[in-house]
């Protein structure tokens, strides 16, 4: 897909796709509302998806990994 391509489909298109692909290891979250803005008002609510290729207790290692990393370097 060009960049361009990227914007006619929707935040659920893009997320089914990226769920297919066998090449794809990891995981999407993504806020239940679209974000429109650059302001986050008051509570926000998350999904997250994963592929086949991650069980739940390596998508919630990845997660950790990611929280560690960010702790450390973007305290």
């Known amino acids: 897909m060009e960049p361009s ?3 006619l489909h929707s935040t659920q298109e ?3 796709e990226l769920m297919r692909r066998k090449t794809f290891l990891g995981l999407v ?3 239940e509302d679209e974000q429109k803005g650059t ?3 008051g509570e926000r609510f998350f999904k997250v998806h994963l592929n086949e290729n991650l069980d ?3 998508a919630a290692r990845l997660l950790g990994s990611v929280a560690g990393y960010m702790d450390r370097n973007h305290a």
Do not use: V
Request: charged fraction near 20%.
């Open 39 to 41: 302001d986050w008002p």
């Open 29 to 31: 979250i993504h806020a």
């Open 5 to 7: 391509d990227l914007e």
């Open 56 to 58: 739940l207790a390596q």
């Open 14 to 16: 893009l997320i089914a």
